[in-house]
């Protein structure tokens, strides 16, 4: 099996130095240390142009195939409870405007793809709030500045400031929701809001009970603004809309709103990690999901039938960040002890999961396991967010990496600190 990667050098310290220093700073990466951890990485992640256009191919049909089945599934109400949704969402995505105007709205998702084994696969998608396009446009740039030969994976925050130029067809007031009082979504809110400003927008940083609705149109009423809003570009886990105060309005966020959003947070269908246990009960099947995304089980029913525990990965349906994931091996004992009570008490908000074998890449510092988010904007691919670890699991300690393409035939050197070193094949262990 040809490995997707190719190796260059690691950039060199003082290099690096300036890059991180500029990615805090321009980039808005403000989280650049994390306990004794730099999350970012001074290897980028170079992929193969042939691996990248692969990528590409299954990252849109997965799209595709995610659009069809949340609209699907918003005409078979039947189906939420089995997604683990809560009843204060279930009951209000039955809201038939949310059909209605579904088309109106962007969706912007990231597929997390992982090269293993038995080739590309995913662990997850993350179609409700996917993030860490500041680190995959801003540091990617900045990192790309120093490998010639190489391109970059896109521009996410680019694709999504040109998707609302498209939206808007003008300069408009653009209200970036999101849970304010958290630093890493902020960063995020930060330097989008720089793009749209670039382009003539403005944006405006906002908690989602900033908003008011009227006819389903929104506006601002805070201290500092009180304005229509154009369009709203949402950044709040839609698991959390519920504990607002309804003066907020924020049902209009499930996708019922005439102000155009994204993401509309019936997203939060395909962000179920329980969504494969419906797929039986669609008119359709979804090949590429089937193919990519590792056999899913009810966690209680795979425990009750017998399945190895050691051949599975627990995962809560709305976790996120690699956050309380339970993979044998990796997990410690304290942390496992809280998963199993979780398991206990609430079974049906857990899924199983077949463990798939990650292949590591043999680096200069050793041996690491990357993960490429691809992202889609209304099906097409925009860009790539990578992240590697010393680990198979992917979580908060993982270290953000430029992910960058090399061409068919590279002609040029891509090593930064060196002119007469050659470009190496990054070898895989057991490829």
Same mark, same amino acid.
């Given at each position: 099996m040809k490995p997707p990667w190719q190796l260059v050098e690691t950039l060199d310290a003082r290099r690096f130095a300036e890059v991180r220093h500029a990615a805090i700073f321009e980039g808005c990466k403000w989280d650049a240390q994390v306990e004794d951890v730099c999350t970012l990485s001074a290897l980028p992640l170079v992929l193969r142009a042939e691996a990248w256009r692969e990528l590409t191919v299954l990252a849109e049909k997965l799209a595709a195939e995610t659009q069809a089945a949340e609209t699907a599934i918003l005409q078979s109400p039947r189906l939420f409870k089995k997604l683990g949704l809560p009843w204060s969402l279930r009951r209000r995505l039955t809201d038939p405007e949310i059909l209605v105007r579904r088309s109106r709205h962007a969706h912007l998702i990231r597929f997390d793809f992982h090269y293993t084994t038995d080739g590309w696969r995913i662990s997850e998608a993350n179609t409700d709030v996917p993030g860490?396009?500041? *680190?995959?446009?801003?540091?990617?740039?900045? =990192?790309?500045? &120093? %490998?010639? $030969?190489?391109?970059? $994976?896109?521009?996410?925050?680019?694709?999504?400031?040109? =998707?609302? @130029?498209?939206? !808007?067809?003008?300069?408009?007031?653009?209200?970036?929701? &999101?849970?304010?009082?958290?630093?890493?979504?902020? +960063? #995020?809110?930060?330097?989008?809001?720089?793009?749209?400003?670039?382009?003539?927008?403005?944006?405006?940083?906002?908690?989602? @009970?900033?908003?008011?609705?009227?006819d389903g149109r929104a506006s601002v009423a805070t201290d500092w603004a009180q304005e229509p809003v154009d369009f709203v570009f949402r950044f709040f886990p839609c698991e959390w809309l519920p504990t607002l105060p309804r003066r907020c309005g924020w049902r209009q966020l499930l996708g019922g709103s005439a102000t155009p959003l994204c993401n509309p947070a019936s997203a939060l269908i395909s962000q179920s990690k329980r969504f494969p246990l419906v797929w039986g009960e669609l008119p359709f099947r979804l090949p590429a999901w089937e193919a990519l995304l590792p056999k899913t089980y009810d966690a209680q029913e795979a425990l009750a039938r017998g399945r190895a525990a050691e051949a599975l990965v627990f995962k809560p349906a709305f976790g996120r960040v690699g956050d =309380?994931?339970?993979?044998?091996?990796?997990?410690? *004992?304290? *942390?496992?002890?809280?998963?199993?009570?979780?398991?206990?008490? &609430?079974?049906? !908000?857990?899924?199983? +999961? *077949?463990?798939?074998?990650?292949?590591?890449?043999?680096?200069? +510092?050793?041996?690491?396991?990357?993960? #490429?988010?691809? %992202?889609?904007?209304?099906?097409?691919?925009?860009?790539? %967010?990578?992240?590697?670890?010393? +680990?198979p699991l992917i979580n908060h300690l993982a270290q953000d990496t430029a992910v960058l393409i090399a061409p068919d035939a590279v002609q040029q050197n891509p090593n930064p600190n060196s002119d007469n070193e050659t470009i190496r094949t990054l070898q895989t262990v057991g490829a």
């Open positions: 860490g396009f500041n *680190e995959a446009s801003g540091f990617t740039k900045l =990192m790309a500045g &120093h %490998y010639d $030969s190489l391109a970059v $994976s896109g521009d996410p925050a680019a694709g999504i400031a040109g =998707m609302i @130029d498209a939206a !808007l067809g003008r300069p408009g007031t653009v209200a970036l929701v &999101h849970a304010t009082a958290f630093t890493d979504d902020r +960063q #995020v809110m930060v330097f989008l809001a720089r793009r749209l400003a670039a382009r003539g927008h403005k944006p405006l940083l906002l908690a989602p @009970d900033h908003l008011r609705w009227e =309380m994931i339970k993979m044998p091996g990796l997990t410690t *004992e304290k *942390e496992a002890a809280k998963i199993n009570r979780s398991l206990r008490r &609430h079974p049906k !908000l857990w899924i199983a +999961q *077949e463990k798939f074998g990650a292949v590591p890449l043999a680096g200069p +510092q050793g041996d690491v396991y990357p993960c #490429v988010g691809i %992202y889609t904007l209304n099906g097409s691919v925009i860009g790539a %967010y990578g992240r590697i670890s010393h +680990q």
